[in-house]
């Protein structure tokens, strides 16, 4: 075998462990969808956020999703191939409405509105704040779904 042979073979075998390594960084997450109910009744146009434990001094991961006009959600990730970490998370649920004149802005500027006092949280307020919020789901690898029940 030639030297030129040597050095292509080992740079197969190279690329071949640093695919692999690349491809199995961990295990994998899961995805994150389900419907939000308030008394029976869905609400859209909902903000969920779920947030992980804190990790050290460092806050846990957080998770976020719109429902659409039936109450469903499907939780975002940065990078759908890795998914929602498994673990516990608490879950926070928020709807806006816009006070009377208020034009409600678009997503992007609703922190802004909620800051300036120009709209009103519409779902019980203890679904809002993460740390009275009694809604919790754990997360494993695959397919979840996890249905969220407001009460009044």
């Known amino acids: 075998m030639s030297d030129l042979q040597r050095v292509v073979l080992r740079s197969i ?25 308030e008394n029976g009744t869905a609400v859209a146009a909902a903000k969920i956020t779920f ?26 990730v940065a990078d759908p191939t890795k998914g929602v970490p498994s673990g516990p998370y608490k879950v926070t649920v928020v709807k806006y409405a816009p006070k009377k004149g208020a034009k409600m802005p678009d ?3 609703i922190d802004q509105m909620v800051v300036a006092g120009l709209v009103t949280i519409t779902t019980p307020r203890i679904y809002a704040d993460p740390e009275k919020t009694p809604l919790k789901a754990d997360v494993v690898t695959g397919s979840n779904t996890v249905d969220l029940q407001l009460k009044k």
Not at 16 to 36: F, N, R
């Open 51 to 76: 947030m992980g434990a804190p990790q050290g001094d460092k806050p846990g991961p957080q998770f976020m999703a719109k429902t659409d006009d039936q109450g469903k959600y499907s939780l975002i």
């Open 107 to 109: 997503e992007n500027d």
């Open 13 to 37: 075998g190279l690329l071949g462990v640093i695919l692999v390594a690349g491809c199995s960084s961990g295990e994998a997450g899961g995805k994150v969808s389900g419907t939000v109910t």
